[in-house]
């Protein structure tokens, strides 16, 4: 029962979510699963550690997938290049068993999401800025007039 509220709860903050806290989603996805698979090998469960590493596997494809190269070709394909790399770390580490992929892996991610991050409350603050200029705009001028 708490499982299905859980998921209903996961389920409602994707789809009302902007694109942008998606993207920020998926990072700290594929954080938590990297993370989890790290310390399932360190406990030798090695079942587990190839499946989590499978979900985080999957949702550094899915971060590759979301690349717009008709928008910003260079960029991308430096993106492109650094998800291949984080994914060949994580397929390493689950071939492997080697935990310290996981960690160049895990470096990566983090740092990304914290530019990520970095990157919303930029875009929020320039926002709320515009936001104000707008309805400071659209009140009526106030005229002082001295006598």
């Not at 903050?13 to 310390?39: H, K, N, S, W």
């Not at 060949?88 to 991050?117: C, F, K, P, S």
Request: with cysteine.
């Amino acid at each position: 029962m708490a499982g299905e509220s859980s998921n209903e709860y996961l389920k409602n903050a994707v789809l009302t979510a902007p694109p942008e806290q998606l993207q920020l989603m998926l990072y700290d996805g594929a954080i938590r699963f990297a993370g989890q698979a790290r310390t399932a090998m360190e406990q030798k469960q090695f079942d587990a550690s190839c499946e989590l590493l499978l979900k985080a596997q999957r949702i550094v494809l899915e971060l590759q997938n979301g690349l717009r190269p008709d928008v910003n070709p260079s960029l991308c394909g430096q993106m492109a290049a650094l998800y291949q790399f984080i994914y060949r770390r994580l397929v390493d580490a689950n071939m492997q068993r080697d935990a310290t992929a996981i960690d160049d892996a895990l470096r990566i991610l983090g740092h990304q999401r914290e530019t990520w991050d970095l990157l919303i409350q930029k875009l929020r603050e320039n926002s709320t800025s515009i936001a104000t200029v707008a309805v400071r705009a659209s009140e009526p001028a106030k005229l002082s007039i001295r006598c």
